[in-house]
Structure formats: C-alpha cells, structure tokens
C-alpha cells in the first residue's frame, strides 16, 4: 500500500519537528548542527580532572548519537524530495506505513530488516 498524501504530509511534519529539536539539542550541547565534527564547545581554563574527562567523554557520546539521528532524519526528508520515501532501499517494496509511522526514518522494510538482523 503507498502512502496517501495525507499520511506523507504528517510524516513530514513529524520528521522537520524531530530535525529541528534535534538541531536544539546539539546546539545546547555545544555543537554546530551543520557539521559533522563531533568537536563541542569547552569552557576555558576549565580544570582536566578525571571528572571533566569523564564528562566530555559523555558528551562526546551524546552529540555523536544526536548527529547520527540528525543525518537519518534528513536523509528521510531528502528521499521525501525525491519521491524515493517508503521504499525499502534493498527489495524496493513499499514500508508498511505501520512502520514509518513509528520509524520514520526507516528505510528498510520490516522483512529486509529482520533478514539483515539474521532471523
């Protein structure tokens, strides 16, 4: 079943909605959202304890994890462009709209997704 205008509208939504807090999220962070440099803003003269390095790390993790989702999330907005959104990148059958509503970022189809996963 392809998706209805409606339901592509509503997708999109959701999905410039989850860009945008996404860009939020990294620019709290410390991160520039238009770059793939994991580098953040660090206070100067801030000591190098242990701690610090410990909590740069995790924010390392985080803006790493908050850019990964930022890419995804585009990529869907640029297959929307497209015309290719909802079609499973490697049997290219439609994604049940089931899943993107819950994934929409999803660019497999379920079963190429678990056959990838091995089950």
């Known amino acids: 079943m392809s998706i209805t205008e409606e339901k592509l509208a509503e997708l999109r939504a959701a999905l410039e909605e989850q860009r945008d807090n996404l860009r939020k999220e990294i620019e709290e962070q410390g991160g520039d959202p238009d770059s793939d440099d994991a580098e953040i803003d ?12 410990a909590e740069r790390a995790r924010t390392l993790s985080v803006m790493k994890a908050l850019r990964a989702n930022l890419r995804w999330v585009n990529r869907a907005l640029k297959k929307m462009e497209l015309g290719t959104y909802g079609i499973c990148e490697r049997c290219g059958k439609p994604i049940a709209v089931e899943r993107l509503e819950a994934l929409p970022w999803a660019i497999l189809c379920i079963d190429c997704k678990r056959k990838g996963e091995g089950r």
């Open 42 to 53: 660090v206070e100067r003269g801030f000591a190098d304890s242990a701690h610090a390095t």
